[in-house]
Structure formats: C-alpha cells, structure tokens
C-alpha cells in the first residue's frame, strides 16, 4: 500500500498506514520556485531532495518497511499557493481547527520548506494549528525562531542572526567602520538589516547608507550617492536576482576600487564571476554555509537525465487521478552538468531537511510502552534553529573561481570559531582596503563627532592633567585624579611624584653640618668672652647682652633641623616659632646696643639725665623683655588660632606634590614687630656711623643688617619664582645665613682682637679713644 502525501517548497511527512507484509509507502510535501523563469538554484535543490528521498527509501537502516514517497509545487505561483496548503492541513474537504491535536489527522505529519522567509511566515501558522512540523531548508529570517508564533517550525539553515554577526566579524577583522547596506524588499533582507542595524549599537562601526533595491531601483543614482560618500565596502544582503542585476550595474557604470560583500543568495553565485569588467568593481567576499559532500548525488544526476530523456516530454493525469509530479518542460534544456555545477549553497540543507523528518518518523516507529529511540542526528534549540552551523568565507579569485579563504563556526565551544588567511585574498590595491569615515586620532587625541556619525569625528589633543581612554570613551578627555599627572596627548596618568627634603639629602646633611659647626662656633665665643669677660671688648660689645645674644642665636639656629623629612605639624610649628621668638631677641638686642651706642657717644653729653636715666634703671634689658614678651604673645596667639600645618602643594608642579608648611596670612603680625626692630637697629646704627674708627660696633651691626636685608630678598624672590621642594632649602639656608651674619659680622672681629690683638684689649686704649671723640665734639 502506498500512501499519497503532497510535498510543498516544504517538506512534509504525510499520515501512514502501517502494513507488517510489506513495506509501507509514505508521501511527503514540498514546494520550489518554478515560475515563469526558469530558475537552476531551485532545480537543483529539487533534484538534491528527490536524490535524498531515494537514499532513504534505498536504506535499510533508515525506515525500514515504509517508502517515502513526495509531491511538489510551486509555491511562487500565486494561483496555486493556499489551495494545495489548505488541501494538505485538510481531513475530507474540512479543517476542523477546534480538534485536539492529538486527535486530529491530517493529510501530512511533517512539511519542508518554503525556500522564502516571507512564504514560510504566511503558511506557517496554518501548520502550527495542528502542530504539523515545518522543516525548512532556506528561510533565515530571525523572526522565525519566534516559538509563540512558529511553534512548530524548525529549520536546517541558520538564522540571519549567525549570517549578520559573521559579517560585522569580517567588517571588524579588517578594521572598517563606514560601510553601506544594500538589501532587497523580501522578508529575509530586511530582516537582515535590522539585525544589522541593532548589533552596530555594540560596535564602532557606522551604517552610512541603506538601500531597498527594487523593480523601480535607479542603480545608477545609487551608485553616485555611495561614491558621493565615499564608501568603501557595500553589504549586499539582497535576493539573487536583485544582487545580481545591481553587480551588473555597478560593471555598466564603471564603478572601481570596492569591496563587495556578498550575502549567502549570490555569494557562490556560477555566472557572475564569468562576467567581464567584474574585477574592476574591487573585490568580492562572500559568506555562505560551508558546501558539505553528498556522495552519489552526481551518479543520482546523470541516471535521472537518461531515465527522463526515455519517457515523454509531458505528463497527463491517469484515471486513477495519480499525478506526473516530476513534469517540467523547462526542465529538459538542462544538462546534468549545469545542475551539478550550480549554486550548492542549500543543497546539504535540502539534504538535511529531508533526513531530519525521516530519521524523527523512523525514532517514532521505534517507540513503544517502554519509550523511544534516542538516536538524534540532526539537533536543534529551543528556536528550532540548528544548534551549530559551518560557514565558509569565500574570495572571488582571479580565475574566476569562490576560494575559501576563511570559516566561522556557530558552535560556542569552540576556541576559535572565526579566522581568515588574510593572504589568501588578493586586493585591488594590493593591500586591505582603509574604509572609514575619518582617519583614526593620533594617540592622545580624542574624537569630536562631526555630523550624524561617531564614526565621522575631528581629532583633539588633550591638555594637559587630562587623558583620553580609546576603550571606555574616545570622545572625550578624562581628567587626571589629584595625585596623578599627564602630558598634553597622553593616553593615561602617571601618579604624582611626592617631594620633600629628605635627612640624607646631600643640600640637607650641608646645611645640618653648617648648623653645627655654627652652634659649636657659638660656644666657642661664649668660652672666650666668659674667659675675658672683664676686658674692655667684651664690655664694649655688650658685656652679659652677649651671652645672652649668642644663646637665642643658638636656639634660632636649632630651628634648621627641622627644615628636613616629612613635614608633620610639629616640627611645622617648631621651624618657625623657635626662629622667629629667639631670633627676634637677637634684633631686640642689637636695637638695644645700637641705642646703647649712640647713647654713650653723643646723648651723655647732651642729655646727661637721660642717659642716667637709662643706666640706672637697667633700661636695656627692660627693652629685651618687652620685645621678648610680645613676640612670644603673639606666636602663641597665632600659632594656636592657625598654626603652620603640612599642606600638599598640587598646583605649583603638575607632576608633583609639594610636601611643605603652609603658613597663614596671619604671620605679617609677628614679622611686624621684627620689621620695626630691623628698622630701629639700622635708624640707630646710622646715627653712629662718624663715631671712632677703631671703636665703631655701629658699622658691624649696619653691616651685619645689610646682609641680613639682602638674605631675605633674596629668599623672597626665590619663593615667588619657584615653588619646589627646594624652597624648603633655602628657607633654611635664610636662617642659617641670617645667624652666621651676626657671628662674622659682630662676634669675630672682636675675637680676633681679644685673641691676635691684645694690645687694643686694654681700659687705657678705650679710654683714650673715648675722650679723644668728646674733646672733638666739644670743640664743634
């Protein structure tokens, strides 16, 4: 018994009647594109089918007992389409859709096809009323993968989603970002570019031109706007007929130098690479699903060709209504050499389809109480779409020939499932074509979109204390953090160096060593005056004030040591307080002693009472206390209120942090009792300066308060035009040559005489001096 089913461009498995005697015979269902004009792709799909079906009624392994047997139309004609399709969804002229499922019977258990996206999305509901599988060998649109919509459509060609990523993988490989999208109206291109278009929003790649093709398409006006564009590479993911008529214009209107991607319809298209004038559009990469063996099928061919040219050209209907479903009179013109070398692109998914639906009906043969067969051979996902796909990347060399040149394996376990050999593929220009819309920035420089397009920008350099970061945000200039620095046109931060003077700085170990031998020095001068403290230099340089001014001067000098390390608040406070209170004692004393002079030499004579006054009542060191008082008052005031405290000087090097002692504002109020005391000292010291040669200390403290003068302009100056951790050094050099000014200035002349001239160490020598200046002022 032999049961009729229809096959469509569908293949379908028709209902059964099981005979244990014999072996049964099953009809399926497909539909091809045999219209007006004859097409050869679909022909050979159709004979890849029929070789397919009779492998598997020829097998013992698969099926056996049970022939398949098939019926074909032509789902393209209009005329036909939905008549057949109802006729096979239909039970004795009915279709009873309010059936369960698992009671209804229809005509066909299983359909392949059809070859268009469009014709498998408007017959597919029909079949999922009833659950019929669809097995589809060509539809790639995404959106059949829908299961709400399609419950029960499967497919053995991959989804546009692998084709669309396979081609932003080439579009990546080659480091191109301005490409155009050329599609046609049906169903599978347009669902290939809005596929298109929503994986570019992950990528840096920029869609510059889109185009419909159709009937009424002017090929050459779309040409002009791509050259008008400049684009290089153009995606052309039409149907054959539409690829193929717009290469032919691109060839007609002499468009040179670009690369053509071609989409799985054309990408292995026979005819086109023949064309002259081909190569000098540019170059053409195509993708396609890898081409897969089908042992026997070019024997099944040429058998077919000699049994068809021994019956008639023509089929008529029997009186048993049994139909000659393999008439095609277009079909004689073909030779078996023309199918076997046509486009093979769907074949082995022809091949599948076929195989998938007799391998499920022969595991559901198998089943019985205790379950079914688990032997699966083609899978597939929850989408009904293959769980892996082969795709073949494909060069139009030189001969004319598709070359592979590279694959992509859909299947995620592997390691690497995309490569090209870049040298297998030969350019127009020797070299990979550069398609893009800017030239890429310079490092360092970030991208201003200009127009619509990232892909179109102007490049900027970033300033300094800035960086631009190609992987996160190319667009823009990232400020640096505080601690870190950056050259104008960097790429990225460099953290701050931290500067401060170290104890084992060579500058530092100088000034500490100098300190010392200042401080030993110091004692040594108040050995010697305690020695001589009652010769006549020690009393005239001041007598016990000297003591007492070569111990503040220590203690002023102390203040150098902690000029160096980490500054911390304490010795902050300490570098500053003990110089300022003790060396202010210093000035307070050399004030004292220049009035002292001036007193001696010209007021005792003029204002007698004055002067005993002074002496009486000890009215220098009255003076030495107030200063002393005050300056300590106001340290004390200040430093609490706002003491000096370690500040991170970040704006003064943008590639380093300044570790220093920040003092306030408020420091003018204790500089201002020294700035007076300066002033007193010089006012006092110039009054004296006609007084005895030989007896002049009022032209060493003038001396000593030049130098003292000029240190401090010189520190002032340096800290306006610099502000690095050297600053810090020559702070501490001001205090130290600030110190070693008194003692060459005041203290060593008079050591030299105590010592290398002891002659002018005597009361008689100063006695004569004195009362030679007094007769001469007297005689004025």
């Known amino acids: 018994n032999k049961l009729t089913a229809f096959f469509t461009d569908v293949i379908q498995f028709p209902t059964f009647t099981q005979k244990s005697h014999s072996k049964r015979s099953v009809s399926l269902c497909t539909t091809h594109h045999y219209t007006i004009s004859f097409t050869l792709s679909s022909y050979r799909m159709f004979q890849v089918m029929r070789f397919a079906v009779q492998e598997i009624n020829n097998s013992s392994l698969i099926l056996p007992n049970v022939s398949l047997g098939y019926e074909i139309f032509d789902h393209c004609s209009d005329k036909f389409n939905f008549q057949a399709i109802l006729n096979m969804i239909s039970r004795n002229g009915s279709i009873q ?6 009671e209804y019977l229809s005509k066909v258990i299983a359909v392949a096809g059809p070859f268009r996206s469009m014709e498998s999305m408007t017959v597919a509901p029909m079949f999922a009323m009833n659950l019929i599988p669809m097995v589809n060998y060509g539809s790639s649109s995404s959106v059949l993968s829908d299961k709400w919509k399609y419950p029960s459509f499967l497919r053995t060609t991959a989804s546009n989603k692998d084709l669309i990523h396979l081609i932003i993988l080439i579009i990546q490989h080659f480091n191109w970002n301005w490409v155009a999208f050329v599609s ?3 169903e599978n291109s347009q669902n290939g570019l809005q596929l298109f278009k929503s994986k570019l929003k992950d990528t840096k790649i920029c869609l510059a031109y889109a185009k419909e093709l159709n009937e009424m398409s002017d090929h050459y006006e779309i040409l002009q706007q791509l050259e008008g564009l400049s684009i290089e590479v153009i995606i052309v993911f039409a149907g054959q007929s539409s690829a193929v008529a717009f290469i032919k214009s691109a060839i007609k209107h002499n468009i040179h130098s670009k690369v053509w991607i071609a989409g799985d319809s054309w990408s292995l298209n026979k005819n086109l690479p023949r064309l002259s004038g081909i190569k000098a559009i540019g170059t053409i990469i195509g993708i396609t699903e890898t081409v897969m063996p089908l042992p026997g099928f070019k024997d099944f061919v040429y058998l077919s060709q000699t049994q068809r040219n021994n019956r008639p050209s023509t089929c008529e209907q029997t009186p048993s209504r049994q139909t000659c479903n393999q008439a095609c009179d277009l079909c004689s013109d073909v030779s078996p050499e023309e199918i076997i070398g046509e486009n093979p692109s ?3 998914a022809t091949y599948s389809a076929i195989y998938a639906m007799a391998h499920a009906l022969h595991n559901l043969l198998l089943c019985d109480i205790k379950g079914c067969s688990d032997n699966v051979t083609v899978y597939f996902d929850s989408n009904g779409d293959p769980t892996s796909t082969s795709y073949a990347i494909v060069f139009w060399n030189q001969s004319g020939q598709a070359e592979k040149v590279g694959s992509y394996e859909t ?5 690497v499932p995309f490569s090209i050999n870049n040298t297998q593929i030969h350019w127009y220009a020797d070299q990979v ?12 420089f970030a991208k201003k979109i200009d127009g619509l397009h990232q892909c179109c920008f102007q490049c900027n350099v970033c300033p300094g204390m800035t960086y631009v970061n190609y992987t996160d945000d190319p667009y823009s200039c990232i400020d640096c953090r505080k601690t870190e620095w950056s050259k104008p046109g960097s790429t990225f931060c460099t953290q701050r160096s931290v500067e401060y003077i170290l104890f084992t700085d060579p500058i530092a170990i100088t000034l500490m060593f100098s300190t010392g031998v200042l401080l030993a020095l110091t004692l040594a001068i108040v050995i010697l005056f305690a020695l001589n403290y009652d010769k006549p230099v020690v009393k005239s340089a001041g007598g016990p004030m000297c003591f007492l001014l070569l111990g503040c001067l220590s203690a002023s000098s102390i203040s150098v040591f902690f000029f160096f390390g980490k500054p911390t608040v304490t010795n902050c406070v300490l570098r500053y307080f003990l110089f300022l209170l003790f060396y202010t004692v210093c000035l307070g004393c050399f ?10 030499f010209k007021m005792a004579t003029k204002f007698p009472k004055i002067h005993s006054w002074w002496v009486k009542h000890n009215g220098q060191w ?4 107030i200063v002393f008082v005050l300056q300590l008052l106001l340290l004390t005031t200040v430093f609490t209120a706002s003491p000096p405290t370690p500040v991170n000087d970040m704006t003064s090097y943008r590639d380093q942090i300044i570790l220093k002692c920040a003092m306030t504002r408020t420091v003018i109020m204790f500089l201002l009792l020294t700035i007076v005391l300066v002033s007193l000292c010089f006012i006092f010291s110039y009054m004296g300066k006609d007084l005895p040669k030989n007896y002049n200390e009022s032209k060493a403290i003038t001396l000593y308060l030049l130098f003292l003068i000029l240190t401090w302009i010189t520190f002032c100056t340096a800290s306006i035009l610099y502000h690095g951790k050297y600053l810090q050094l020559f702070n501490a050099m001001s205090v130290l040559s600030s110190s070693y000014s008194i003692l060459f200035c005041y203290f060593l002349p008079k050591c030299y005489i105590i010592i290398f001239q002891p002659q002018k160490n005597t009361q008689q020598h100063f006695q004569g001096i004195i009362q030679r200046y007094t007769q001469n002022i007297s005689s004025k």
């Open 97 to 102: 859709v309010l059936r369960c499922v698992n």
């Open 622 to 625: 009255w003076l030495i206390a």
């Open 591 to 600: 004030a004292v002693r220049s009035f002292q002079i001036v007193c001696i």
């Open 411 to 415: 299947d995620p376990t592997l390691d």
């Open 346 to 348: 769907y074949s082995f």
């Open 433 to 444: 074509p550069v398609a893009r819309c800017s030239p890429e920035c310079s490092e360092g």
């Open 184 to 186: 046609s109206g049906d």
